[in-house]
T-cell receptor
Framework: GAGVSQSPSNKVTEKGKDVELRCDPISGHTALYWYRQSLGQGLEFLIYFQGNSAPDKSGLPSDRFSAERTGGSVSTLTIQRTQQEDSAVYLC?????????????FGPGTRLTVL | AQRVTQPEKLLSVFKGAPVELKCNYSYSGSPELFWYVQYSRQRLQLLLRHISRESIKGFTADLNKGETSFHLKKPFAQEEDSAMYYCALSGLANNNDMRFGAGTRLTVKP
């Protein structure tokens, strides 16, 4: 089947606007992760979801960031009142087991540019 | 706290030379360590994990609990090894959160 998909692939927005980024995980994967990849900053954990458990939001950089996962499948990452420092590639990953040794499968990412 | 450190942002070697990408971690429990790789214009993907004790594309990594390290090594680098490499840690003590290091960009010169 298809791998993890993300949309849009590119998003250019103006400072102060809200954006929504979408992630479709691999079917059946119970764990879903969001990361931010910035030039020179590496891979920054944002949030993850596991089944019906409360999400771990410890990586969200500010209250402008939020995410939800509907029906245990598709996830949306929302950034409100975007700032230029939000410009980055946002990666989504899913895994079958949120247990030791569970490989994460990554999507192609959404490149966000805030002007 | 769960932390992964990759001290080198950039690493450059010549083709055929040995290469070692360093990774150190801090974790209060039994960790699961991984190396992920991102080739140019490709998705981030798993390269290897320590529990598998396998060699992938000539790369190996040994978990050294005493030194809290998981360095990635290859005896003879190839140009196609040029990529971004991320060390990652997951563990039961922190409910299996996966944390990545900042990454090392490896360039293998001809």
């Amino acid at each position: 089947g298809a791998g993890v998909s993300q949309s849009p692939s590119n998003k250019v927005t103006e400072k102060g606007k809200d954006v929504e980024l979408r992630c479709d995980p691999i079917s059946g994967h119970t764990a879903l992760y969001w990361y931010r990849q910035s030039l020179g900053q590496g891979l920054e954990f944002l949030i993850y979801f596991q089944g019906n458990s409360a999400p771990d939001k410890s990586g969200l950089p500010s209250d402008r960031f939020s995410a939800e996962r509907t029906g245990g499948s598709v996830s949306t990452l929302t950034i409100q009142r975007t700032q230029q420092e939000d410009s980055a590639v946002y990666l989504c990953a899913s895994s079958l087991l949120r247990s030791m040794g569970g490989e994460q499968f990554f999507g192609p990412g959404t490149r966000l540019t805030v002007l | 706290a769960q932390r992964v450190t990759q001290p080198e942002k950039l690493l450059s070697v010549f083709k055929g030379a040995p290469v070692e990408l360093k990774c150190n971690y801090s974790y209060s429990g039994s960790p699961e360590l991984f190396w992920y790789v991102q080739y140019s214009r490709q998705r981030l993907q798993l390269l290897l994990r320590h529990i598998s004790r396998e060699s992938i594309k000539g790369f190996t990594a040994d978990l050294n609990k005493g030194e809290t390290s998981f360095h990635l090594k290859k005896p003879f680098a190839q140009e196609e090894d040029s990529a971004m490499y991320y060390c990652a840690l997951s563990g039961l003590a922190n409910n299996n959160d996966m944390r990545f290091g900042a990454g090392t960009r490896l360039t293998v010169k001809p």
